[in-house]
């Protein structure tokens, strides 16, 4: 599975962006899809997660309330709306692919930079 984010960039605190994730291959609905972020100086954190089925997503604490994720298996895409930003949620934005049952994502996205002003 190749992976490619995208959407990210400079939004005002309060604002909102939605970023998108395009994969390519034939058995995107097979696979786990998460999101994850690093922040400069910091190391990668865990922000939501998805399941094959659209079902049961959950996120990150410091996200909860304020960010969603969804997917579109006939687009192989999954989407990462982001509301209330504030400039803690400063950071590379990556996408991430795993088997359903595996504990480690084995494919990750270029990243896309999201950055929040004060």
């Known amino acids: 599975v190749q992976l490619q984010a995208s959407g990210g960039g400079l939004v005002q605190a309060g604002g909102s962006l939605r970023l998108s994730c395009a994969a390519s291959g034939r058995t995107f609905r097979n696979y786990v899809m998460g999101w994850f972020r690093q922040a400069p100086g910091k190391e990668r954190e865990f922000v939501a997660a998805?399941?094959?089925?659209?079902?049961?997503?959950y996120y990150a604490d410091s996200v909860k309330g304020r960010f969603t994720v969804s997917r579109d298996n006939a687009k192989n895409t999954v989407y990462l709306q982001m509301n209330s930003l504030k400039p803690e949620d400063t950071a590379v934005y990556y996408c991430?692919?795993?088997?359903?049952?595996?504990?480690?994502?084995?494919?990750w996205g270029q990243g896309t930079l999201v950055t929040v002003s004060s």
């Open positions: 991430a692919a795993r088997v359903a049952g595996a504990t480690v994502y084995s494919y």
């Open positions: 998805i399941s094959w089925s659209g079902g049961n997503p």
